[in-house]
């Protein structure tokens, strides 16, 4: 997969404020406050920097932690994960494969057949509705 490199002018040019404190310097939303938290309309869930096919609705499920999650990615080449160390907490960090954007975490609590809860920020993603 290619890399997409941008400057930082660049991504601050092409996001808003929260998608680029999301996506470029790993930011959250506030629980329950993000587009998508409660959207199950049948798509495909892209990247807001750059326009990669991150997940699918399929896999979008109600986990009641306040952000939208999914219990699997669209391919395995979608999405780069990273040991994270910080605030109390290890956790595992999601970031687009892409262009390297901050999605989220990713929890071992999911629902089956995987188990796993992929934690994903509103603002890091685009819905393309079927």
Known sequence: ?????????????????????????????????????HVFEPGTYHCAGCGAE???????YDSGCGWP??????????????????FGMVRTEVMCASCGGHLGHVFPD????TGIRYCINSAALKLEEE
């Open 1 to 37: 997969m290619t890399k997409i490199q941008k400057t930082e002018s660049e991504w601050r040019a092409e996001l808003t404020p929260e998608q680029y404190r999301v996506l470029r310097e790993k930011g959250t939303e506030r629980p329950f406050s993000g587009e998508y938290d």
């Open 54 to 60: 991150l997940f699918v609705s399929d896999a979008k």
């Open 69 to 86: 999650a999914f219990s699997a990615p669209a391919s395995e080449e979608a999405i780069d994960e990273e040991r994270e160390v910080g």
């Open 110 to 113: 999911g629902p089956h057949p």
